[in-house]
């Protein structure tokens, strides 16, 4: 199953620190360090290690950061072919983490969004798509991620993270995807359809109203819930937190490589146990095998 990942990729840089600095407020860091990242290439870095065939379609910029922000990709199993280079520089992110494992993060795009939906759709109309599993975000252009969903047809999977969250436009709806979103985006998300909910059961089935599709929705330590017709809950696995960076996406990529060779519950099941193991460890991406 080949797994098509449309999506961001960014140089990283990390401050590891006690407590996240109040307004006004300055705190020494206990550790910096530089690493890849970005929604897209940490999708397809985990979905590698459930996949012999992923591809990134993504954009960087002719700099340094680019090598750093592909870096360890190609020796995970990622095909970088479809990856351009752009006169922007390359997009970038830095992330403060503190001693709970809870981040905040701010984002540059940089080259990520400095693509267009016409030069998306002419990578993606070079790659066989039949029976492959689509996954794209909003950390790209709306116009790149509605390319990317409408390149998935006939036996191709769509997924879509909405994240950072934005409306889903009639024209991404229309096209049914697989909606992957956490509790609180959920939430926001139905209320953007007219629908006003706490609850993520009912959220997610007024997200599924519109999209006519599945719905998954992460709820931390309290697992994940799937809404296929039914409403049902994977249960998370108890760890110990150092760093929630990455999860979301360890755990998207995981279920999109299983999604070709199991149920919809079988796919988030192995997701929850990836997402599980990337909470254990500092970064967004941790290899973990075959």
């Not at 191709?156 to 909405?162: A, D, K």
């Not at 049914?176 to 997610?204: D, K, R, T, Y």
Request: a negative charge.
């Amino acid at each position: 199953m080949r797994v098509i990942v449309v999506g961001s990729a960014n140089a990283d840089t990390t401050w590891r620190v006690h407590h996240l600095p109040r307004p006004g407020e300055t705190i020494p860091a206990l550790s910096v360090d530089q690493h890849g990242g970005g929604k897209g290439a940490n999708i397809a870095y985990a979905a590698a290690a459930g996949s012999s065939d992923v591809v990134l379609v993504a954009c960087v910029g002719a700099d340094a950061n680019a090598e750093l922000a592909l870096s360890d990709l190609e020796a995970a199993g990622v095909s970088l072919e479809y990856v351009r280079r752009s006169d922007t520089p390359t997009g970038t992110a830095v992330i403060i983490v503190d001693s709970a494992g809870e981040n905040s993060i701010i984002v540059n795009a940089g080259a990520n969004g400095a693509w267009t939906s016409r030069e998306a759709a002419n990578t993606l109309d070079s790659l066989s798509l039949a029976e492959a599993v689509i996954v794209t975000n909003f950390e790209v252009p709306d116009s790149v991620s509605l390319a990317a969903a409408q390149a998935a047809t006939g036996g191709t999977r769509l997924v879509v993270n909405p994240s950072p969250l934005a409306p889903l436009s009639p024209e991404l709806v229309a096209c049914h995807p697989l909606i992957v979103v956490n509790a609180h985006e959920a939430m926001a998300l139905s209320a953007m359809f007219g629908a006003v909910s706490e609850q993520p059961e009912a959220a997610a089935r007024a997200i599924a109203a519109h999209t006519q599709a599945p719905v998954v929705v992460t709820l931390g330590a309290h697992g994940v819930g799937i809404l296929d017709q039914e409403w049902t809950t994977v249960p998370a696995r108890p760890v110990h937190v150092v760093d929630t960076t990455g999860a979301g996406d360890a755990f998207l990529g995981a279920m999109a490589a299983r999604l070709g060779t199991g149920s919809l519950f079988d796919a988030v099941k192995t997701a929850t146990e990836s997402a599980a193991r990337v909470v254990q460890t500092p970064g967004a991406r941790t290899r973990h095998g075959r």
